[in-house]
């Protein structure tokens, strides 16, 4: 097996080490051995159950009108009674979600790769990226109404804006944040470009792409809810601003738990993929 390897190796050595150094920068970290942290299942369920407690207490102490502020049974009744309605709209505003996401995923991920590969293109398109991020983006709702319709098109552009700018920024950052030393030495072994970026600046970088997903997963629901509320048939966004305008506000909360609940998934789905896309990232959360 070693003299197989030698061989493959002595036939094309340049290309055997840069996969030996594509696998150095993916080598796991050390991680001291840390205690199970026993209140790690429930420490959510007292953090929610807490602000479930504030909540109510306020609602006593203030006697606020229920059409002002309810309390969290009346909103928990209000779910469990309106659960087809609700359930209707979430299906519709999750669609537009994960859509969105995907999209602005895909998009960001092959800008960053685009800017960090060539010059030309990053002195062009880099000063575009920046400026359109001073414009107010819920200001272009109106206008992707206008020009998608009330559909679910609309709603996915606004999405896919949202998020576009966070992960290209994340990725392009993790890109260019690449081992010079690293790559000198793939350089002298006669990497091409796509060499380099496959086993070294992309490896490198998979981290950072996995916080600008993160980062997006939470930002996301705005897209499509702000969409909502300029303009539609239906989701969330649309529930809820018929029942602000019937007072019913109740039900607006209700819905604002599970569009919570939503966001609440795939913020822990996405967080599961870049754990898998860089397993080598050092885990800082249990060792302090």
Do not use: C
């Not at 996969?19 to 051995?33: C, G, H, K, L, M």
């Not at 469990?80 to 299906?91: D, E, T």
């Not at 920024?169 to 380099?196: H, I, K, N």
Request: hydrophobic share 60%; no cysteine.
């Amino acid at each position: 097996m070693v003299a197989g390897v030698a061989g493959r190796l002595s036939r094309r050595p340049g290309r055997g080490l840069i996969r030996v150094a594509s696998r150095a920068i993916r080598q796991p970290v050390e991680r001291a051995p840390v205690r199970a942290p026993s209140l790690a299942g429930v420490r959510p369920l007292i953090t929610l159950a807490g602000l479930l407690a504030v909540w109510q207490l306020v609602v006593v102490l203030t006697g606020v009108p229920p059409f002002i502020l309810p309390g969290p049974w009346a909103v928990l009744e209000t779910l469990v009674n309106r659960w087809p309605l609700i359930l209707g709209h979430a299906w519709i505003t999750g669609a537009e979600i994960l859509m969105g996401f995907a999209l602005g995923a895909l998009l960001g991920a092959a800008s960053g790769l685009l800017l960090a590969s060539f010059v030309t293109a990053r002195r062009w398109l880099l000063p575009v990226f920046v400026v359109s991020q001073a414009l107010p983006v819920f200001a272009l709702a109106p206008l992707l109404v206008l020009w998608l319709g009330y559909g679910m098109a609309s709603k996915v552009a606004m999405a896919v804006l949202i998020i576009y700018f966070p992960i290209t920024a994340a990725f392009y950052d993790g890109l260019r944040r690449a081992d010079p030393e690293m790559l000198d030495l793939v350089r002298l072994l006669g990497a091409s470009r796509f060499d380099m970026i496959r086993f070294i600046r992309l490896p490198a970088a998979l981290p950072s792409l996995a916080s600008g997903l993160r980062v997006a997963a939470s930002v996301a629901p705005i897209g499509a809810i702000v969409g909502e509320w300029v303009g539609s048939s239906g989701g969330l966004g649309y529930l809820m601003l018929h029942a602000n305008a019937r007072m019913q506000v109740d039900l607006m909360f209700a819905a604002l738990l599970v569009l919570a609940a939503m966001a609440l998934v795939l913020y822990l789905a996405v967080d599961r993929l870049g754990r898998r896309l860089a397993p080598w990232q050092a885990e800082t959360d249990n060792q302090r």
